[in-house]
């Protein structure tokens, strides 16, 4: 679907920059993304050609977390930089397993949220909150989240692939941790984020693309395993660990000679004792 400005009557949309959840939703398989969103997908697949593969399987393992948290008897989610729901939303991944749960969206990116608004109509127990995830009091306090999440109750938290778009590690380890303080015992924390490969060659691609979001609207940041463990630190991280996201209870086999290290993205759920 080729999209214009006009399509969503957002004269505040900037389409001299590519926006990273619409670059996302492209490398997924989404219509929601503009022709700048598709030339620098393009040139980030030529210096890092398994970057769609990645960008799937960290799709795919989000589904197969909110699944096992369906499984486990959640029935709040709240999506951190949820981006564009498409594909398939996490409230249909969720409610695919229990139909009553409710999914809170936050994201700051005007066409994910005007697209969350339009695909959310008429789907009572969801809402998208426009905010920065880092603004814990605005979210928790939105009337959506009010309205939808009970606190007194064990919610998932997700944030997968949205953490590396924080700059700064400081303020990304403390959103996290506020979050956890919010809610109670039984509640999960959805995780997923990039690192750098143990092949110096294809760190040195992952880096390549890396610099290369310093032109979107957002830059990413790769983060090492050791930064991204402690953010698991006071939670009991269930089977099996933190791990490539297609190492993630895969739904199938994974071959021992596909290298790791191209998934470039370290995933893990841990509970909230």
């Known amino acids: 679907m080729a999209l214009s400005e006009a399509d969503w009557g957002l004269p505040g949309v900037d389409l001299s920059r590519a926006s990273p959840s619409r670059v ?62 498409t594909v398939q939303s996490v409230h249909e991944m969720a409610r695919a397993v229990a ?16 697209h969350s608004q339009l695909t959310l109509e008429g789907s009572p127990g969801t809402a998208i909150i426009e905010s920065d995830m880092c603004d814990v009091d605005h979210v928790l ?68 693309v890396l610099e290369m979001t310093k032109t979107l609207t957002s830059s990413a940041t790769a983060r ?14 269930v089977e099996p660990g933190l791990v490539y996201t297609s190492f993630w209870r895969p739904s199938g086999l994974r071959l021992l000679d596909e290298t790791p290290w191209h998934d470039s993205v370290l995933a893990a759920v841990g509970r909230k004792p």
């Not at 009010?146 to 990304?172: E, G, K, N």
């Open 24 to 85: 996302y939703d492209y490398l997924i398989g989404g219509g929601y993304n503009f022709a700048v969103d598709r030339e620098w997908a393009t040139e980030a697949i030529r210096r890092m050609p398994w970057i769609r593969a990645a960008a799937r399987s960290n799709r795919a393992f989000l589904g197969r977390a909110v699944r096992m948290c369906a499984e486990e008897g959640v029935r709040q989610y709240l999506d951190l930089g949820s981006g564009i729901p």
């Open 99 to 114: 139909p009553d749960c409710n999914v809170v969206y936050v994201d700051n990116e005007a066409v994910a949220v005007a």
């Open 141 to 208: 306090g939105h009337p959506s989240a009010r309205r939808l999440l009970d606190l007194d109750r064990p919610v998932a938290l997700l944030m997968t692939a949205s953490l590396y778009y924080i700059p700064d590690p400081d303020l990304a380890a403390r959103t996290v941790a506020r979050y956890l303080e919010a809610v109670p015992s039984g509640s999960y924390l959805v995780l997923s984020h990039a690192t750098l490969g143990q092949d110096q060659r294809d760190a040195m691609k992952l880096g390549g």
């Open 224 to 237: 090492t395993p050791e930064w991204i463990s402690a953010l698991l630190a006071d939670l009991d991280v």
